[in-house]
């Protein structure tokens, strides 16, 4: 299955709750951390909804890298 890479570019100081708690949700703990998720539906609407404070982009790596 296809693999996301999603990275916190900006800080969450001044976001809603609801988006502080997506990041959260999604493992991003500072800016500049990078997470590895299965592309998902779920996945992908956590990331649309703080997509301006993150990037994503499609992950080649191998299985074993789940998180």
Known sequence: MAQLKVT???STNSANKSHKATVQALG???IG???IHQ???AIRGMIRKVR???VCEP?????DEDK
């Not at 992950?59 to 299985?63: I, K, L, Q």
């Open 59 to 63: 992950f080649e790596g191998g299985d």
């Open 39 to 41: 592309d998902n539906d």
């Open 52 to 54: 301006h404070l993150v």
């Open 28 to 30: 991003l703990r500072k």
């Open 33 to 35: 951390h990078t997470v």
């Open 8 to 10: 916190l570019l900006r």
